[in-house]
Protein backbone atom coordinates (compact mmCIF):
# COMPACT_ATOMS: atom_id res chain seq x y z
CA UNK A 1 0.00 0.00 0.00
CA UNK A 2 1.33 3.73 -1.12
CA UNK A 3 2.23 5.78 1.89
CA UNK A 4 -0.38 8.34 1.98
CA UNK A 5 1.75 11.85 1.26
CA UNK A 6 0.88 14.89 3.61
CA UNK A 7 2.01 18.17 3.54
CA UNK A 8 3.42 20.51 6.54
CA UNK A 9 3.94 23.72 6.48
CA UNK A 10 7.54 24.83 8.34
CA UNK A 11 7.49 28.52 9.40
CA UNK A 12 10.05 29.76 10.96
CA UNK A 13 12.31 32.84 10.69
CA UNK A 14 15.76 30.49 11.25
CA UNK A 15 16.84 29.21 8.42
CA UNK A 16 19.01 26.80 10.36
CA UNK A 17 16.27 25.16 12.37
CA UNK A 18 13.77 25.83 9.37
CA UNK A 19 16.50 23.70 7.30
CA UNK A 20 16.96 20.96 10.16
CA UNK A 21 13.18 20.83 10.57
CA UNK A 22 12.31 20.63 6.79
CA UNK A 23 14.68 17.89 6.12
CA UNK A 24 13.54 15.59 8.94
CA UNK A 25 9.93 15.67 7.64
CA UNK A 26 10.73 15.59 3.76
CA UNK A 27 12.73 12.20 4.87
CA UNK A 28 9.94 10.77 6.96
CA UNK A 29 8.02 10.78 3.46
CA UNK A 30 5.90 14.46 4.43
CA UNK A 31 5.68 17.07 1.61
CA UNK A 32 7.23 20.77 2.74
CA UNK A 33 6.34 24.45 2.60
CA UNK A 34 8.51 26.55 4.04
CA UNK A 35 7.52 30.17 5.21
CA UNK A 36 10.06 32.72 6.66
CA UNK A 37 7.67 35.23 8.10
CA UNK A 38 4.31 35.92 9.43
CA UNK A 39 2.90 37.04 6.21
CA UNK A 40 4.15 34.33 4.08
CA UNK A 41 2.63 31.89 6.71
CA UNK A 42 -0.58 33.38 6.82
CA UNK A 43 -0.90 33.16 2.70
CA UNK A 44 0.55 29.74 2.27
CA UNK A 45 -1.70 28.33 5.33
CA UNK A 46 -4.76 29.65 3.53
CA UNK A 47 -4.08 28.84 -0.45
CA UNK A 48 -2.47 25.50 0.30
CA UNK A 49 -4.35 23.67 3.06
CA UNK A 50 -1.20 21.96 5.01
CA UNK A 51 -2.37 19.24 6.82
CA UNK A 52 -0.39 20.62 10.09
CA UNK A 53 2.19 24.00 10.96
CA UNK A 54 4.85 24.01 12.52
CA UNK A 55 5.82 27.25 13.51
CA UNK A 56 8.42 28.78 15.80
CA UNK A 57 7.41 31.27 18.54
CA UNK A 58 10.49 33.96 17.50
CA UNK A 59 8.18 33.75 13.74
CA UNK A 60 9.01 37.47 12.07
CA UNK A 61 5.78 39.85 11.87
CA UNK A 62 3.49 37.44 14.12
CA UNK A 63 3.13 35.06 16.49
CA UNK A 64 1.88 31.47 16.26
CA UNK A 65 -0.84 32.75 18.08
CA UNK A 66 -1.92 35.50 15.89
CA UNK A 67 -1.51 33.82 13.02
CA UNK A 68 -3.64 31.09 14.15
CA UNK A 69 -6.71 33.63 14.98
CA UNK A 70 -6.05 35.38 11.73
CA UNK A 71 -6.56 31.53 9.74
CA UNK A 72 -10.17 31.70 12.11
CA UNK A 73 -11.37 35.03 10.63
CA UNK A 74 -11.26 33.91 7.20
CA UNK A 75 -13.50 31.03 8.14
CA UNK A 76 -11.54 28.68 6.41
CA UNK A 77 -10.50 25.12 7.75
CA UNK A 78 -7.67 25.60 10.33
CA UNK A 79 -5.45 22.65 10.90
CA UNK A 80 -3.37 21.25 13.41
CA UNK A 81 -0.28 23.57 15.35
CA UNK A 82 2.75 22.58 16.15
CA UNK A 83 4.16 25.40 18.38
CA UNK A 84 8.32 25.54 18.78
CA UNK A 85 9.39 27.78 21.91
CA UNK A 86 12.67 28.45 23.71
CA UNK A 87 10.64 29.32 27.43
CA UNK A 88 8.01 28.31 29.48
CA UNK A 89 7.64 32.09 29.29
CA UNK A 90 6.67 32.74 26.06
CA UNK A 91 3.31 30.38 26.18
CA UNK A 92 0.31 31.55 27.30
CA UNK A 93 -1.40 30.26 30.43
CA UNK A 94 -4.89 29.56 29.43
CA UNK A 95 -3.93 27.86 25.90
CA UNK A 96 -6.64 26.37 23.58
CA UNK A 97 -6.49 22.26 24.03
CA UNK A 98 -6.81 20.03 21.36
CA UNK A 99 -5.99 22.66 18.73
CA UNK A 100 -2.23 24.19 19.36
CA UNK A 101 0.27 21.91 20.40
CA UNK A 102 3.57 22.78 22.12
CA UNK A 103 7.17 21.32 22.26
CA UNK A 104 10.59 23.36 23.40
CA UNK A 105 12.50 23.64 20.60
CA UNK A 106 15.42 22.68 22.39
CA UNK A 107 14.55 19.55 22.94
CA UNK A 108 13.78 18.13 19.28
CA UNK A 109 16.01 16.01 17.24
CA UNK A 110 14.89 14.73 13.54
CA UNK A 111 13.66 11.42 15.00
CA UNK A 112 11.72 12.56 17.30
CA UNK A 113 10.03 15.50 15.64
CA UNK A 114 8.87 12.73 13.21
CA UNK A 115 7.13 10.41 15.65
CA UNK A 116 5.77 13.38 17.01
CA UNK A 117 4.11 15.01 13.47
CA UNK A 118 2.58 11.11 12.86
CA UNK A 119 1.37 11.17 16.01
CA UNK A 120 -0.24 14.58 15.25
CA UNK A 121 -1.59 14.18 12.11
CA UNK A 122 -3.10 10.16 13.44
CA UNK A 123 -4.78 11.96 15.79
CA UNK A 124 -6.43 14.28 13.94
CA UNK A 125 -7.60 11.73 11.60
CA UNK A 126 -8.93 9.27 14.53
CA UNK A 127 -10.39 12.10 16.97
CA UNK A 128 -7.50 11.23 19.26
CA UNK A 129 -5.82 13.74 21.86
CA UNK A 130 -1.95 14.06 22.28
CA UNK A 131 -0.19 14.15 25.72
CA UNK A 132 1.45 17.49 26.47
CA UNK A 133 5.07 15.81 25.46
CA UNK A 134 3.08 14.40 22.09
CA UNK A 135 4.55 10.87 22.93
CA UNK A 136 1.57 8.84 23.39
CA UNK A 137 -1.63 9.38 21.54
CA UNK A 138 -5.07 9.04 23.55
CA UNK A 139 -8.25 7.30 21.88
CA UNK A 140 -11.34 6.59 22.54
CA UNK A 141 -13.62 3.70 21.07
CA UNK A 142 -16.85 6.14 21.17
CA UNK A 143 -14.45 8.32 18.10
CA UNK A 144 -13.22 5.37 16.40
CA UNK A 145 -13.72 1.72 16.09
CA UNK A 146 -11.18 -0.84 16.55
CA UNK A 147 -11.43 -1.78 12.38
CA UNK A 148 -12.04 2.04 11.62
CA UNK A 149 -8.13 2.43 13.75
CA UNK A 150 -6.94 -0.40 12.40
CA UNK A 151 -7.62 0.61 8.82
CA UNK A 152 -5.83 4.18 9.72
CA UNK A 153 -2.70 2.55 10.72
CA UNK A 154 -2.61 0.25 7.83
CA UNK A 155 -3.11 3.64 5.76
CA UNK A 156 0.07 5.36 7.28
CA UNK A 157 2.08 2.21 7.42
CA UNK A 158 2.42 2.83 11.60
CA UNK A 159 4.54 0.32 13.70
CA UNK A 160 3.14 0.74 17.14
CA UNK A 161 1.50 -0.81 20.01
CA UNK A 162 -1.90 -0.09 21.39
CA UNK A 163 -3.23 -0.95 25.07
CA UNK A 164 -7.13 -0.10 25.62
CA UNK A 165 -9.05 0.12 28.65
CA UNK A 166 -11.16 -3.24 28.51
CA UNK A 167 -12.33 -3.54 32.26
CA UNK A 168 -9.57 -6.56 32.96
CA UNK A 169 -5.60 -6.04 32.39
CA UNK A 170 -3.06 -6.39 30.06
CA UNK A 171 -5.08 -5.67 26.66
CA UNK A 172 -3.62 -4.79 23.57
CA UNK A 173 -1.93 -5.21 20.42
CA UNK A 174 0.88 -4.66 18.24
CA UNK A 175 1.01 -3.48 14.20
CA UNK A 176 4.25 -3.29 11.81
CA UNK A 177 3.75 -1.53 9.29
CA UNK A 178 0.07 -0.97 9.70
CA UNK A 179 -0.31 -5.08 9.59
CA UNK A 180 -1.49 -6.52 13.54
CA UNK A 181 1.13 -8.92 14.80
CA UNK A 182 0.17 -9.88 17.95
CA UNK A 183 -2.75 -9.23 20.49
CA UNK A 184 -2.66 -9.74 24.15
CA UNK A 185 -5.65 -9.82 27.00
CA UNK A 186 -4.62 -11.06 29.95
CA UNK A 187 -3.31 -14.53 29.55
CA UNK A 188 -5.10 -14.99 26.20
CA UNK A 189 -2.47 -14.20 22.91
CA UNK A 190 -2.90 -13.89 19.16
CA UNK A 191 -5.78 -14.57 17.19
CA UNK A 192 -7.90 -15.61 20.66
CA UNK A 193 -7.18 -12.14 22.22
CA UNK A 194 -7.60 -9.85 18.99
CA UNK A 195 -11.42 -11.61 18.34
CA UNK A 196 -12.08 -10.16 21.99
CA UNK A 197 -10.66 -6.96 21.20
CA UNK A 198 -12.45 -6.74 17.78
CA UNK A 199 -15.55 -6.72 19.79
CA UNK A 200 -14.91 -3.95 22.22
CA UNK A 201 -17.51 -1.34 21.71
CA UNK A 202 -16.11 1.59 24.53
CA UNK A 203 -13.05 2.44 26.56
CA UNK A 204 -9.71 4.57 25.83
CA UNK A 205 -6.50 3.56 24.47
CA UNK A 206 -2.95 4.74 24.23
CA UNK A 207 -1.12 4.16 21.26
CA UNK A 208 2.72 4.47 21.26
CA UNK A 209 4.85 4.37 18.03
CA UNK A 210 7.69 2.02 19.04
CA UNK A 211 9.23 -1.47 17.75
CA UNK A 212 7.32 -3.93 18.96
CA UNK A 213 9.21 -6.34 21.16
CA UNK A 214 7.23 -9.47 20.71
CA UNK A 215 7.13 -12.50 17.74
CA UNK A 216 4.50 -12.82 15.24
CA UNK A 217 1.43 -14.50 16.71
CA UNK A 218 -1.38 -13.00 14.01
CA UNK A 219 -0.52 -13.60 10.00
CA UNK A 220 -3.53 -12.77 8.18
CA UNK A 221 -4.96 -9.94 5.83
CA UNK A 222 -6.94 -7.01 7.99
CA UNK A 223 -10.04 -7.55 6.28
CA UNK A 224 -10.39 -11.29 7.08
CA UNK A 225 -9.14 -10.76 10.48
CA UNK A 226 -11.61 -8.27 11.40
CA UNK A 227 -14.44 -9.54 9.55
CA UNK A 228 -13.80 -13.46 11.30
CA UNK A 229 -13.35 -11.55 14.68
CA UNK A 230 -16.85 -10.54 14.27
CA UNK A 231 -18.19 -13.43 13.33
CA UNK A 232 -16.50 -14.90 15.88
CA UNK A 233 -17.79 -12.97 18.72
CA UNK A 234 -21.26 -13.67 17.93
CA UNK A 235 -20.94 -17.17 17.33
CA UNK A 236 -19.71 -17.12 20.88
CA UNK A 237 -21.86 -15.02 22.69
CA UNK A 238 -24.88 -17.08 21.11
CA UNK A 239 -23.43 -20.59 21.98
CA UNK A 240 -22.24 -19.21 25.56
CA UNK A 241 -25.64 -18.12 26.83
CA UNK A 242 -26.96 -21.77 26.45
CA UNK A 243 -23.83 -22.88 29.26
CA UNK A 244 -24.23 -22.48 32.97
CA UNK A 245 -22.54 -19.40 34.84
CA UNK A 246 -18.76 -18.73 33.70
CA UNK A 247 -18.62 -19.43 38.08
CA UNK A 248 -19.45 -22.57 37.44
CA UNK A 249 -16.89 -25.67 38.46
CA UNK A 250 -15.74 -27.95 35.51
CA UNK A 251 -14.54 -31.80 36.67
CA UNK A 252 -13.31 -34.27 34.35
CA UNK A 253 -15.38 -37.30 34.31
CA UNK A 254 -12.15 -40.22 33.47
CA UNK A 255 -14.45 -43.75 32.45
CA UNK A 256 -14.11 -46.15 30.10
CA UNK A 257 -14.86 -43.73 26.95
CA UNK A 258 -12.04 -41.27 28.08
CA UNK A 259 -9.23 -44.10 27.50
CA UNK A 260 -10.88 -45.24 24.59
CA UNK A 261 -10.89 -42.35 22.65
CA UNK A 262 -8.27 -40.18 20.58
CA UNK A 263 -8.54 -36.54 21.61
CA UNK A 264 -7.55 -33.10 19.41
CA UNK A 265 -4.89 -31.00 20.72
CA UNK A 266 -7.86 -28.39 21.85
CA UNK A 267 -9.21 -31.45 23.93
CA UNK A 268 -6.34 -32.06 25.04
CA UNK A 269 -5.49 -28.54 25.99
CA UNK A 270 -8.74 -28.70 27.78
CA UNK A 271 -8.15 -31.81 30.09
CA UNK A 272 -4.84 -30.61 30.92
CA UNK A 273 -6.12 -26.79 32.35
CA UNK A 274 -9.83 -28.20 33.87
CA UNK A 275 -7.26 -29.79 35.83
CA UNK A 276 -6.08 -25.85 37.29
CA UNK A 277 -9.03 -23.50 36.56
CA UNK A 278 -11.27 -22.55 39.38
CA UNK A 279 -14.17 -22.27 36.98
CA UNK A 280 -15.50 -22.45 33.56
CA UNK A 281 -14.38 -18.88 33.04
CA UNK A 282 -10.68 -19.99 33.63
CA UNK A 283 -11.01 -22.91 31.92
CA UNK A 284 -11.80 -20.95 28.83
CA UNK A 285 -8.95 -18.49 29.28
CA UNK A 286 -6.69 -20.79 29.65
CA UNK A 287 -7.03 -22.84 26.44
CA UNK A 288 -4.75 -21.22 23.76
CA UNK A 289 -7.37 -21.86 21.08
CA UNK A 290 -10.06 -18.87 20.60
CA UNK A 291 -12.81 -18.78 22.77
CA UNK A 292 -15.22 -20.30 20.05
CA UNK A 293 -13.20 -22.88 19.33
CA UNK A 294 -13.09 -23.82 22.62
CA UNK A 295 -16.53 -23.27 24.14
CA UNK A 296 -17.88 -25.73 21.38
CA UNK A 297 -15.14 -28.27 22.37
CA UNK A 298 -16.39 -28.10 25.90
CA UNK A 299 -20.35 -28.32 25.06
CA UNK A 300 -19.54 -31.18 22.93
CA UNK A 301 -17.33 -33.11 25.73
CA UNK A 302 -20.01 -32.40 28.18
CA UNK A 303 -22.29 -34.28 25.76
CA UNK A 304 -20.16 -37.01 25.16
CA UNK A 305 -19.65 -37.16 29.53
CA UNK A 306 -16.13 -36.63 29.77
CA UNK A 307 -17.17 -33.11 31.41
CA UNK A 308 -19.00 -32.41 34.38
CA UNK A 309 -19.69 -28.39 34.84
CA UNK A 310 -21.70 -27.98 37.62
CA UNK A 311 -23.91 -24.20 38.45
CA UNK A 312 -23.23 -22.95 42.06
CA UNK A 313 -25.63 -24.42 44.37
CA UNK A 314 -28.17 -21.95 45.85
CA UNK A 315 -26.56 -18.87 46.25
CA UNK A 316 -26.97 -14.66 45.77
CA UNK A 317 -26.98 -12.89 42.34
CA UNK A 318 -26.18 -10.01 41.48
CA UNK A 319 -28.29 -7.27 39.55
CA UNK A 320 -27.23 -3.89 38.82
CA UNK A 321 -28.59 -1.18 36.32
CA UNK A 322 -26.90 0.01 32.75
CA UNK A 323 -25.77 3.54 34.96
CA UNK A 324 -23.15 1.10 36.32
CA UNK A 325 -21.36 1.52 33.39
CA UNK A 326 -19.66 -1.98 33.21
CA UNK A 327 -17.35 -3.46 30.95
CA UNK A 328 -19.20 -6.77 28.91
CA UNK A 329 -15.83 -8.96 30.46
CA UNK A 330 -16.27 -7.81 33.87
CA UNK A 331 -20.51 -8.27 34.19
CA UNK A 332 -19.28 -12.12 32.19
CA UNK A 333 -17.12 -12.59 34.74
CA UNK A 334 -18.57 -12.22 37.92
CA UNK A 335 -22.45 -13.10 36.43
CA UNK A 336 -24.07 -9.83 37.40
CA UNK A 337 -27.46 -9.07 35.53
CA UNK A 338 -27.98 -5.53 34.24
CA UNK A 339 -31.24 -3.90 33.39
CA UNK A 340 -30.55 -1.59 30.83
CA UNK A 341 -32.23 1.83 31.03
CA UNK A 342 -33.76 3.79 27.95
CA UNK A 343 -32.29 6.55 25.88
CA UNK A 344 -35.18 8.79 23.49
CA UNK A 345 -33.51 10.79 20.81
CA UNK A 346 -36.58 12.12 19.43
CA UNK A 347 -38.95 9.39 18.73
CA UNK A 348 -36.80 6.69 18.80
CA UNK A 349 -35.97 4.57 22.27
CA UNK A 350 -32.86 3.00 22.98
CA UNK A 351 -31.88 0.55 25.64
CA UNK A 352 -28.74 1.28 26.53
CA UNK A 353 -25.83 -1.16 26.45
CA UNK A 354 -28.27 -2.88 24.35
CA UNK A 355 -29.03 -1.79 21.09
CA UNK A 356 -27.28 1.81 22.09
CA UNK A 357 -23.37 1.57 23.12
CA UNK A 358 -21.41 4.42 23.55
CA UNK A 359 -19.49 4.73 20.53
CA UNK A 360 -22.61 4.93 19.10
CA UNK A 361 -24.65 7.06 21.51
CA UNK A 362 -21.78 9.79 21.64
CA UNK A 363 -21.38 10.37 18.29
CA UNK A 364 -25.53 10.91 18.15
CA UNK A 365 -25.38 13.12 20.74
CA UNK A 366 -22.91 15.41 18.80
CA UNK A 367 -24.85 15.54 15.95
CA UNK A 368 -28.19 15.80 17.82
CA UNK A 369 -29.15 19.74 18.32
CA UNK A 370 -31.51 18.18 21.15
CA UNK A 371 -30.38 16.49 23.94
CA UNK A 372 -31.99 13.37 24.36
CA UNK A 373 -33.66 12.19 27.25
CA UNK A 374 -33.41 9.21 29.68
CA UNK A 375 -35.89 6.54 31.90
CA UNK A 376 -35.39 4.06 33.98
CA UNK A 377 -36.72 0.19 34.02
CA UNK A 378 -40.24 -0.71 33.82
CA UNK A 379 -41.47 -2.97 36.49
CA UNK A 380 -41.79 -5.67 33.94
CA UNK A 381 -38.02 -5.72 32.78
CA UNK A 382 -36.97 -5.90 36.38
CA UNK A 383 -39.79 -8.92 37.26
CA UNK A 384 -38.16 -10.80 33.65
CA UNK A 385 -34.85 -10.13 35.50
CA UNK A 386 -35.71 -11.26 38.60
CA UNK A 387 -37.74 -14.03 37.62
CA UNK A 388 -34.38 -15.85 35.33
CA UNK A 389 -32.61 -15.60 38.97
CA UNK A 390 -35.30 -16.50 42.23
CA UNK A 391 -34.99 -20.49 41.02
CA UNK A 392 -31.61 -20.92 41.35
CA UNK A 393 -30.76 -17.88 44.58
CA UNK A 394 -31.64 -15.14 46.39
CA UNK A 395 -30.94 -11.88 44.93
CA UNK A 396 -28.81 -8.40 45.48
CA UNK A 397 -30.26 -5.32 43.56
CA UNK A 398 -27.57 -2.19 43.54
CA UNK A 399 -28.92 0.53 41.78
CA UNK A 400 -28.48 4.48 40.75
CA UNK A 401 -29.13 6.88 43.90
CA UNK A 402 -32.80 7.56 44.13
CA UNK A 403 -32.09 11.44 44.11
CA UNK A 404 -31.01 10.76 40.34
CA UNK A 405 -33.59 8.41 39.39
CA UNK A 406 -36.51 5.83 40.10
CA UNK A 407 -35.13 2.96 39.05
CA UNK A 408 -34.71 1.53 42.25
CA UNK A 409 -37.81 2.79 43.03
CA UNK A 410 -39.14 0.56 39.84
CA UNK A 411 -37.06 -2.26 41.50
CA UNK A 412 -38.85 -2.22 44.44
CA UNK A 413 -42.42 -2.13 42.91
CA UNK A 414 -41.87 -4.35 40.33
CA UNK A 415 -40.90 -6.80 43.56
CA UNK A 416 -44.33 -6.19 45.49
CA UNK A 417 -46.39 -6.39 42.12
CA UNK A 418 -44.69 -9.71 41.31
CA UNK A 419 -44.45 -11.75 44.89
CA UNK A 420 -47.05 -14.23 43.92
CA UNK A 421 -45.37 -15.27 40.76
CA UNK A 422 -41.54 -14.88 42.33
CA UNK A 423 -42.44 -17.16 45.12
CA UNK A 424 -44.14 -19.81 42.37
CA UNK A 425 -41.00 -19.96 40.82
CA UNK A 426 -39.32 -20.76 43.74
CA UNK A 427 -41.25 -23.32 44.90
CA UNK A 428 -41.33 -25.00 41.55
CA UNK A 429 -37.59 -24.58 41.75
CA UNK A 430 -37.22 -26.83 45.13
CA UNK A 431 -35.64 -23.92 47.08
CA UNK A 432 -37.74 -23.43 51.23
CA UNK A 433 -38.41 -20.31 51.71
CA UNK A 434 -39.66 -16.88 49.57
CA UNK A 435 -37.28 -15.48 47.42
CA UNK A 436 -35.12 -12.67 49.18
CA UNK A 437 -34.54 -9.85 47.10
CA UNK A 438 -33.26 -6.97 48.44
CA UNK A 439 -33.04 -3.53 46.37
CA UNK A 440 -30.33 -1.31 47.92
CA UNK A 441 -29.49 2.27 47.20
CA UNK A 442 -25.80 2.97 45.84
CA UNK A 443 -26.49 6.54 46.31
CA UNK A 444 -23.73 6.72 43.37
CA UNK A 445 -24.15 5.95 39.48
CA UNK A 446 -20.88 4.97 37.20
CA UNK A 447 -18.15 4.75 37.81
CA UNK A 448 -19.55 4.74 41.90
CA UNK A 449 -22.22 1.88 41.08
CA UNK A 450 -20.11 -0.03 38.92
CA UNK A 451 -17.18 -0.33 41.78
CA UNK A 452 -19.42 -0.87 44.36
CA UNK A 453 -21.55 -4.03 42.20
CA UNK A 454 -18.16 -5.82 41.49
CA UNK A 455 -16.88 -5.59 45.48
CA UNK A 456 -20.50 -7.10 46.12
CA UNK A 457 -19.89 -9.66 43.63
CA UNK A 458 -17.06 -10.19 45.09
CA UNK A 459 -17.75 -10.74 48.84
CA UNK A 460 -20.71 -13.32 47.58
CA UNK A 461 -17.94 -14.72 45.98
CA UNK A 462 -16.29 -15.06 49.47
CA UNK A 463 -18.70 -16.65 51.19
CA UNK A 464 -21.17 -13.45 52.64
CA UNK A 465 -24.45 -13.85 53.48
CA UNK A 466 -27.19 -11.28 52.36
CA UNK A 467 -27.34 -9.60 56.27
CA UNK A 468 -23.58 -8.74 56.38
CA UNK A 469 -23.49 -7.69 52.10
CA UNK A 470 -26.31 -5.23 52.83
CA UNK A 471 -24.60 -3.92 55.70
CA UNK A 472 -20.96 -4.00 53.93
CA UNK A 473 -22.31 -1.82 51.16
CA UNK A 474 -24.37 0.55 53.06
CA UNK A 475 -21.32 0.99 55.39
CA UNK A 476 -19.29 1.33 52.03
CA UNK A 477 -21.57 4.03 50.59
CA UNK A 478 -20.82 6.32 53.78
CA UNK A 479 -17.35 5.95 53.33
CA UNK A 480 -16.53 6.50 49.44
CA UNK A 481 -16.28 9.55 47.17
CA UNK A 482 -16.98 10.25 43.59
CA UNK A 483 -15.56 13.59 42.19
CA UNK A 484 -15.71 14.57 38.26
CA UNK A 485 -15.19 18.13 36.38
CA UNK A 486 -17.67 18.89 33.40
CA UNK A 487 -16.71 20.47 30.14
CA UNK A 488 -19.80 22.84 30.58
CA UNK A 489 -22.76 22.90 32.57
CA UNK A 490 -25.15 22.68 29.92
CA UNK A 491 -25.87 19.07 30.07
CA UNK A 492 -26.68 19.52 33.90
CA UNK A 493 -28.83 22.09 33.49
CA UNK A 494 -31.03 20.72 30.56
CA UNK A 495 -31.11 17.64 31.98
CA UNK A 496 -32.39 18.92 35.31
CA UNK A 497 -29.73 17.46 36.85
CA UNK A 498 -27.41 20.03 38.69
CA UNK A 499 -29.70 20.59 41.52
CA UNK A 500 -27.46 23.45 43.90
CA UNK A 501 -25.06 23.57 41.89
CA UNK A 502 -26.61 25.83 39.46
CA UNK A 503 -26.29 29.21 41.91
CA UNK A 504 -22.84 28.28 42.82
CA UNK A 505 -21.37 28.49 39.69
CA UNK A 506 -23.18 31.07 37.33
CA UNK A 507 -22.23 31.23 34.03
CA UNK A 508 -18.80 32.51 34.19
CA UNK A 509 -16.35 31.40 30.84
CA UNK A 510 -13.61 29.72 31.00
CA UNK A 511 -15.09 27.92 34.33
CA UNK A 512 -14.78 24.27 34.80
CA UNK A 513 -17.23 23.14 37.31
CA UNK A 514 -15.65 20.32 39.75
CA UNK A 515 -18.97 18.60 41.28
CA UNK A 516 -19.04 15.96 43.86
CA UNK A 517 -22.24 13.02 44.70
CA UNK A 518 -23.37 14.35 48.42
CA UNK A 519 -25.26 11.39 49.55
CA UNK A 520 -26.73 10.75 46.11
CA UNK A 521 -27.09 14.26 45.07
CA UNK A 522 -24.93 16.63 42.22
CA UNK A 523 -23.60 19.05 44.45
CA UNK A 524 -20.96 21.96 43.74
CA UNK A 525 -17.26 21.51 45.27
CA UNK A 526 -14.87 23.77 43.68
CA UNK A 527 -14.15 25.39 40.70
CA UNK A 528 -11.14 25.81 38.36
CA UNK A 529 -9.97 28.24 35.11
CA UNK A 530 -9.05 26.22 32.03
CA UNK A 531 -9.22 22.60 31.76
CA UNK A 532 -5.69 21.77 32.72
CA UNK A 533 -6.17 22.43 36.14
CA UNK A 534 -8.97 20.19 36.99
CA UNK A 535 -7.01 16.88 37.19
CA UNK A 536 -4.62 18.21 39.89
CA UNK A 537 -7.20 20.17 42.10
CA UNK A 538 -9.10 16.65 41.94
CA UNK A 539 -6.65 15.11 43.77
CA UNK A 540 -6.43 17.97 45.75
CA UNK A 541 -10.01 17.37 47.01
CA UNK A 542 -9.34 13.28 47.11
CA UNK A 543 -6.66 13.66 49.92
CA UNK A 544 -8.76 15.91 51.77
CA UNK A 545 -11.36 12.84 52.02
CA UNK A 546 -8.74 9.97 52.11
CA UNK A 547 -5.33 9.32 53.67
CA UNK A 548 -3.08 9.17 50.45
CA UNK A 549 -0.24 6.67 52.67
CA UNK A 550 -3.24 3.95 53.15
CA UNK A 551 -4.38 1.90 50.16
CA UNK A 552 -7.46 3.06 47.96
CA UNK A 553 -9.40 1.43 46.01
CA UNK A 554 -9.75 3.91 42.71
CA UNK A 555 -12.19 3.98 39.23
CA UNK A 556 -11.32 6.67 36.48
CA UNK A 557 -14.29 7.44 34.47
CA UNK A 558 -14.72 9.46 31.36
CA UNK A 559 -16.90 10.82 28.80
CA UNK A 560 -15.13 10.40 25.71
CA UNK A 561 -12.56 12.50 26.80
CA UNK A 562 -9.58 9.71 26.92
CA UNK A 563 -6.52 12.46 27.74
CA UNK A 564 -8.69 13.83 30.79
CA UNK A 565 -8.98 10.21 31.76
CA UNK A 566 -4.93 9.34 31.21
CA UNK A 567 -3.99 12.24 32.83
CA UNK A 568 -6.45 11.81 35.85
CA UNK A 569 -5.30 8.08 36.00
CA UNK A 570 -1.56 8.79 36.25
CA UNK A 571 -2.11 11.48 38.92
CA UNK A 572 -3.98 9.19 40.98
CA UNK A 573 -1.04 6.31 40.32
CA UNK A 574 1.42 8.81 41.31
CA UNK A 575 -0.12 10.35 44.41
CA UNK A 576 -2.07 7.71 45.71
CA UNK A 577 -1.35 3.87 47.23
CA UNK A 578 -3.38 2.10 44.81
CA UNK A 579 -4.45 -1.13 45.91
CA UNK A 580 -6.56 -1.58 42.21
CA UNK A 581 -7.15 1.16 39.61
CA UNK A 582 -9.96 0.37 37.54
CA UNK A 583 -10.92 2.09 34.32
CA UNK A 584 -14.46 2.51 32.76
CA UNK A 585 -16.39 4.35 30.16
CA UNK A 586 -19.35 7.08 31.36
CA UNK A 587 -22.37 5.25 29.54
CA UNK A 588 -24.89 6.96 27.56
CA UNK A 589 -27.42 7.52 30.81
CA UNK A 590 -25.02 9.43 32.80
CA UNK A 591 -23.09 10.93 29.30
CA UNK A 592 -26.79 12.62 28.46
CA UNK A 593 -26.49 14.66 31.52
CA UNK A 594 -22.84 15.30 31.77
CA UNK A 595 -21.48 15.84 28.27
CA UNK A 596 -18.54 14.61 26.50
CA UNK A 597 -15.78 16.04 28.15
CA UNK A 598 -16.72 14.86 31.86
CA UNK A 599 -14.11 13.22 33.58
CA UNK A 600 -14.05 12.31 37.46
CA UNK A 601 -12.66 9.54 40.00
CA UNK A 602 -14.69 7.10 42.59
CA UNK A 603 -12.76 6.54 45.43
CA UNK A 604 -13.05 4.09 48.56
CA UNK A 605 -10.28 2.98 51.38
CA UNK A 606 -10.74 -0.51 52.66
CA UNK A 607 -10.08 -0.95 56.22
CA UNK A 608 -6.88 -3.63 56.62
CA UNK A 609 -9.60 -6.05 57.29
CA UNK A 610 -11.87 -5.46 54.34
CA UNK A 611 -8.87 -6.18 52.20
CA UNK A 612 -8.90 -9.21 51.69
CA UNK A 613 -12.48 -9.28 51.21
CA UNK A 614 -13.11 -6.51 48.93
CA UNK A 615 -9.91 -6.32 46.86
CA UNK A 616 -8.90 -8.26 43.67
CA UNK A 617 -7.55 -11.14 43.71
CA UNK A 618 -10.33 -12.99 42.45
Partial sequence: MAHHVQTVLVADSSDERRRRLGLALYEGGYEVINAVNGEEALRFTAGLDPALVVAHTGLSGISPLELR?????????????????????????????????????????????????????????????????IDALYGDLTRVTIGELLRVLSKHLITAHVSLGAGVENVGFWV??????????????????????????????????????????????????????????????????????????????VGDAFFNTEFSPIEKAIFSHVQHAKNLGELIDGVPATDLETVRTIVALEEAGLLVIAPPEHRIHIVTDS???LAAEVVRKYGITVVPLSVLFGQQVFKDGVDLHPDQFYRRLRESAKLP???PPSHGEFREAYARL????????????????????????????????????RKEAGLPGVPDIRVVDSWFTTAGLGTMTIIAARMVRRGLGMDELV????DIR????L????????????????????????????????????????????????GRKAQPRLIQLFKERVDPSRPVIVTVAHASAPRWGARLRELVEAEFNVLELMEGEIGPIVGTHVGPGCVGAYMFQPTEEEIELLGPGD
Fill in 390 to 425: VGTGDIFSLHISEKMSDTAKRARDAIAEAKDELAAI
Fill in 69 to 133: QRLEATGLSIPPFLVLYENEEELPEDRPEGAIYYLRSADIDPRRLLLQVRLLLLAQEIGGELGDR
Fill in 373 to 375: TTS
Fill in 483 to 530: LFVVDTLDYLQKGGRIGRAAAFFGSLLGIKPILFLDKGEVAPLDKVRG
Fill in 471 to 474: DRIE
Fill in 176 to 253: QDGEPIDAHWGIARGIKAFNRIAALRSGGFVLEVRLPDVERTIDKPLAALVSDAVDERLQFEELLRKLPPLESKVSLE
Fill in 478 to 481: RRSH
Fill in 323 to 325: TAD
